[in-house]
Nanobody, 120 residues
Framework: QVQLVESGGGLVQAGDSLRLSCAAS????????MGWFRQAPGKEREIVAH????????YYADFVKGRFTISRDNAENTVYLQMNSLKPEDTAVYYC?????????????WGQGTQVTVSS
């Protein structure tokens, strides 16, 4: 059974940094793509970034390019989201998700989410 557990959220000020972690367990993830999503109050969930576990290739939403970095640690089976230069509009619940890379791009596994609040 796949388990994704996020951690690292919190309350910070604009301009600060946070690093989110997603500990993955339950199977070998080499054939998976791991994504970070976020959902702000009253808004749709949106993708922030994803990383292909096998080769480390990444994708970023335009609104985080240059500020956020997604990475993975094979030994720890953990995916990270380093968030720098945070803005109040980055306030949201951040979710880690996983999908099989070689299937239609629908995420089937989700973590419980971690709250990120950025004050101005």
């Amino acid at each position: 059974q796949v388990q994704l557990v996020e951690s690292g959220g919190g309350l910070v000020q604009a301009g600060d940094s946070l690093r989110l972690s997603c500990a993955a367990s339950g199977r070998t993830f080499s054939g998976y793509t791991m994504g970070w999503f976020r959902q702000a109050p009253g808004k749709e969930r949106e993708i922030v970034a994803h990383i292909r576990w096998s080769d480390g290739s990444t994708y970023y939403a335009d609104f985080v390019k240059g500020r956020f970095t997604i990475s993975r640690d094979n030994a720890e089976n953990t995916v990270y989201l380093q968030m720098n230069s945070l803005k109040p509009e980055d306030t949201a619940v951040y979710y880690c998700a996983a999908r099989y890379t070689y299937a239609p791009p629908q995420y089937h596994f989700w973590g419980q989410g971690t709250q990120v609040t950025v004050s101005s």
